[in-house]
C-alpha cells in the first residue's frame, strides 16, 4: 500500500489569504485526488490531479479557487485561495491502490478566522 | 438520490461485545466495488476491507468482516470483540465500474465503552 505524506497537518489561517497543501506519495501514482470533509460531513471529491495535463474539477469546484499542481508521479499540491471560513475543513490527499483502493494522507485541517 | 446511505449517525457498543455498521447502496452497474473506511479524531482516513461485485465470499480482515447482501445492495460491516480504538467515525464508500470516482456514505460514529 502506498504511503502519503501530507502537509501540513493543520494550520489557522486569516480571512483573505491562500495556502498551499502539499502532498508526498512514496510510489508513482498515476491519479491523485484531492478531498474536502467540511465539519460534521463526509468526502466530497474536489478534483483529480494527473500527471502532465489540467485537474479535472467537480460540480461545484473551481480551479481558480482551488488551483492544483501535478508536477511528477509521486507529488501533488492543493492551493485554498482567498480563503473564507466556509473553507475551514479537513482536507484530504488520496491515491489509489493496487487493488484499487483509496489511500489517504493524514489530512490538512484548515481553520480560517 | 443518494447512492450510499448509512443510517445509522451514531452507535455505541460495549468492549469486547461485536457491532454492525449498517450501509445499503444504489447502483445499476453490475460491476462495482465496496469499501469501509474509518476515521479516528486525527482525521486520517483508514482503509478497513474491501468487497468486490463479483466475490463469492464475504470479505474478511482480521476483526473486521463485510456482511454482503447482493440482493438487498447491503454491505453492513461487522467488528468482532470492539477495542476501545475503534471508536471513530466509519465510512461505507463505493465504486461503479472501472475509474469512476468513489461516492463516500454520511458515516456513522461509533463509541465503544468500557
Known amino acids: 500500500s502506498a504511503v502519503i505524506s501530507q502537509k501540513p497537518s493543520r494550520d489557522i489561517c486569516q480571512r483573505g489569504t491562500s495556502l498551499t497543501i502539499q502532498c508526498q506519495v512514496d510510489s508513482q501514482v498515476t491519479m491523485m485526488f484531492w478531498y474536502r470533509q467540511q465539519p460534521g460531513q463526509s468526502l466530497t471529491l474536489i478534483a483529480t490531479?494527473?500527471?502532465?495535463?489540467?485537474?479535472?474539477?467537480e460540480s461545484g469546484f473551481v480551479i481558480d479557487k482551488f488551483p492544483i499542481s501535478r508536477p511528477n508521479l509521486t507529488f501533488s499540491t492543493l492551493t485554498v485561495s482567498n480563503m473564507s471560513p466556509e473553507d475551514s475543513s479537513i482536507y484530504l490527499c488520496s491515491a489509489e491502490g493496487n487493488t484499487g483502493e483509496l489511500f489517504f494522507g493524514e489530512g490538512s485541517r484548515l481553520t480560517v478566522l | 438520490a443518494q447512492k450510499i446511505t448509512q443510517t445509522q449517525p451514531g452507535m455505541f457498543v460495549q468492549e469486547k461485545e461485536a457491532v454492525t455498521l449498517d450501509c445499503t447502496y444504489d447502483t445499476s452497474d453490475p460491476s462495482y466495488g465496496l469499501f469501509w473506511y474509518k476515521q479516528p479524531s486525527s482525521g486520517e482516513m483508514i482503509f478497513l476491507i474491501y468487497q468486490g461485485s463479483y466475490d463469492q465470499q464475504n470479505a474478511t480482515e482480521g476483526r473486521y468482516s463485510l456482511n454482503f447482501q447482493k440482493a438487498r445492495k447491503s454491505a453492513n460491516l461487522v467488528i468482532s470483540a470492539s477495542q476501545l480504538g475503534d471508536s471513530a467515525m466509519y465510512f461505507c464508500?463505493?465504486?461503479?465500474?472501472?475509474?469512476?470516482?468513489?461516492?463516500f456514505g454520511p458515516g456513522t460514529r461509533l463509541s465503544v465503552l468500557p
Open positions: 490531479a494527473n500527471q502532465g495535463s489540467e485537474a479535472t474539477y
Open positions: 464508500a463505493m465504486r461503479e465500474g472501472y475509474g469512476q470516482n468513489f461516492v
